[in-house]
């Protein structure tokens, strides 16, 4: 499930797709599936199909043993063939030898309210697009509409927003061009306030876009464990099928006794759901002035990619409406996200790390 063939769920249809397209020769076409099912028709047109799950294996595939189960398909590429993957081109493109890629999504989210996912969404898209990826920042606040407030905060420009666009259109009707909000990005913001657009057209718009731009950052609420579970839920019905297909999915914790408890139900019950851990990036928030903030231990859970500190001065700049200032306390932990979800495109964690002089260790603590 790891890349996604053009009938998404409809997993006869991929199949019927993949026999009619054998496997070029000079490649190799691999297959990892949890679907019981007669596989030899796809074996035949050249596929490696393995079996990823327990009990009888079907015909055509091959079975794995236990601790091959347990591995990521990131983690078994490493492992077995020696491969890095960090290409996600759609399978139908591969085979139709488009070159290229399609956008990485970076979702955001989080389990308390304003830990920074609407700030973070900016400064990471404000970054990428330096960079010189082209980057569309989606706001998936579908009740609140957070980027508009910022950009817009007397609701009275003439902006397009995801409830202009309809499947079937042109993916530019529901975004708005960077150059005419002064930032490097271009941005399709939340419906307005009263209309209502569901997750399904969200998903159908993200998967239009990551056509044309080269990485989308969505801006999402904040979502609770039980939402993983329920199916009318943005949680369950966007981001679990997209972190299952290997996009990663940034999740901000803001440090504090209770934010830091709430936080780790969110990424427990995104363990339980069997999330590979190099997909689930972490970072911490520090709030000003808070005394006495200690990491947690997120081994069990995910990647930690660093922590930002808010500062009085980083939050005037907020509230001035400023898309862009120079902060240490923010550049890194920005960077290694980056990184993190784009490897290979340029970014340079250490040029920012403020501890890369004597980077052994905790000294870094006493940090300005
Ligand atoms: N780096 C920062 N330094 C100082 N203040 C910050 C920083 N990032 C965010 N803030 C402040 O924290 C508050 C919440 O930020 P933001 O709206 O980005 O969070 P959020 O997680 O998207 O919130 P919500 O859950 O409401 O969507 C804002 O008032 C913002 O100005
Ligand atoms: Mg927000």
Redesign the pocket.
């Known amino acids: 499930m790891r890349w996604q063939v053009p009938a998404a769920d409809n997993i006869q249809a991929q199949a019927d797709y993949l026999i009619r397209h054998p496997v070029p020769s000079g490649f190799k076409g691999i297959i990892f599936t949890d679907r019981a099912g007669n596989w030899l028709p796809i074996a035949n047109a050249g596929y490696m199909v393995y079996w990823c799950n327990t009990g009888q294996i079907p015909v055509g595939a091959m079975g794995m043993s236990e601790q091959m189960l347990r591995m990521s398909v990131a983690d078994f590429a490493r492992t077995y063939w020696g491969i890095q993957l960090a290409d996600k081109r759609l399978v139908v493109d591969i085979l139709q030898n488009k070159v290229k890629e399609t956008a990485v999504l970076l979702p955001i989210t ?1 389990n ?9 969404s900016r400064q990471l898209a404000d970054r990428a697009s330096q960079a010189g990826l082209r980057v569309l920042l989606i706001d998936g ?1 579908i009740r ?1 509409s ?1 980027q508009r407030s910022f950009f817009d905060p007397r609701q009275d420009k003439p902006l397009h927003t995801i409830a202009d666009w309809r499947p079937g259109m042109q993916v530019q009707v529901g975004a708005n061009r960077g150059r005419d909000l002064g930032v490097p990005y271009d941005i399709c913001f939340a419906p307005p306030a009263g209309v209502g657009v569901d997750w399904q057209i969200y998903r159908q718009y993200i998967q239009a876009a990551r056509r044309l731009w080269d990485f989308v950052v969505l ?1 999402l ?2 979502i609770s464990a039980d939402d993983l579970d329920d199916r009318e839920n943005i949680a369950n019905g966007l981001l679990l099928p997209y972190i299952q297909s290997g996009d990663p999915c940034l999740v ?1 914790v803001k440090a504090g006794r209770q934010t830091q408890i709430d936080a780790l139900n969110l990424l427990t019950a995104l363990a339980e759901h069997h999330l590979p851990k190099e997909l689930i990036g972490i970072k911490d ?1 520090v709030p ?1 002035g808070l005394q006495g903030y200690r990491r947690l231990d997120y081994t069990r859970y995910g990647t930690f990619l660093g922590t ?1 500190y ?3 001065e ?2 005037n700049h ?2 001035n409406g400023d898309v862009r200032w120079d ?1 240490p ?2 550049a890194f932990a920005r960077e290694n996200i980056l990184n993190w979800a784009l490897p290979d495109r340029g970014f340079n964690p250490e040029r920012f790390n403020p501890n890369a002089k004597n980077s052994e260790g905790k000294k870094g603590r006493g940090r300005k």
């Open positions: 989080s308390t309210g304003g830990v920074g996912k609407t700030t973070s606040n609140q957070s801006d609420d904040r901000i928030t000003v930002e808010q500062t009085v980083a939050s907020i509230a902060d306390g923010l």
